[in-house]
């Protein structure tokens, strides 16, 4: 167990819907990283925030977007959704910023858009 | 673009073998990082090792990095069932995207069987 809590687990709806996926980090880790999964692209990086304020940006469509709370859960949302959106969303955290520290990573929520 | 490539592909051994995944990247890096997958679970950290480090041990694992070359090594010795599982490397891009913070990148993976 890495101390990184996903919910939900599973998400099945429809084209065109809005989701969102909730991710509690680590106990202390102030990082919160975000990834997409899927078979043709492999594990992507969406985006990153610390301590609240976004600092990295990766290959996040504008139809997603996410925040880090003051307690510093995460919430990634997606909208418009399309069946290319079904995957794997994993969320993981750290206790720096940089990437000289592991990321602990959450379980995930598979994500099927029908 | 993947900064770092895992080879091969897929490796299938016998328990009690050695296994030995390689992980090529294009760019600088101030570190490499190679993580475990179990099947449609999350990643879990394996070792991290340091552009200034040559080899790093941790239990079965052994880890080098060669940096003239871009390349890492990661070799599981006496393997296991248990260790069947894809297997990523992860570097860490060479340009800020945000202050202070370097993206991580991850390879495709290898994906490994150990046949009891």
């Known amino acids: 167990d890495s101390g990184v809590t996903q919910t939900p687990k599973h998400l099945i709806t429809a084209t065109g819907q809005r989701v969102t996926l909730r991710c509690s980090p680590r106990s202390g880790d102030l990082s919160v990283y975000w990834y997409q999964q899927s078979l043709d692209q492999g594990l992507q990086f969406l985006i990153q925030?610390?301590?609240?304020?976004?600092?990295a940006k990766g290959n996040i469509l504008e139809r997603f977007s996410a925040q880090q709370f003051p307690d510093l859960h995460s919430e990634l949302n997606l909208s418009s959704l399309e069946l290319g959106d079904s995957a794997l969303y994993f969320c993981?955290?750290?206790?720096?910023?940089?990437?000289?520290?592991?990321?602990?990573f959450g379980p995930g929520t598979r994500l099927t858009v029908t | 673009s993947q900064q770092g490539e895992e080879d091969p592909q897929a490796l299938s051994i016998q328990e009690g073998e050695n296994a030995t995944m390689n992980c090529s990247y294009k760019?600088?890096?101030?570190?490499l990082q190679w993580y475990r997958q179990n099947s449609g679970r999350g990643l879990v950290h394996l070792i991290l090792?340091?552009?200034?480090?040559r080899e790093k041990h941790s239990g079965r694992l052994r880890v080098t990095l060669d940096t003239s070359k871009k390349s890492s090594s990661l070799l599981i010795t006496a393997s296991r069932a248990a260790d069947t599982a894809s297997y990523f490397c992860?570097?860490?891009?060479?340009?800020?995207?945000?202050?202070?913070?370097?993206?991580?990148?991850f390879g495709k993976g290898t994906k490994l069987s150990v046949i009891p």
């Open positions: 925030y610390y301590n609240g304020e976004e600092r």
């Open positions: 760019t600088s890096i101030n570190n």
């Open positions: 993981a955290s750290s206790v720096a910023s940089d990437s000289s520290y592991e990321q602990y």
């Open positions: 090792i340091r552009s200034n480090e």
């Open positions: 992860a570097t860490d891009a060479d340009a800020y995207s945000g202050a202070g913070s370097y993206q991580l990148t």
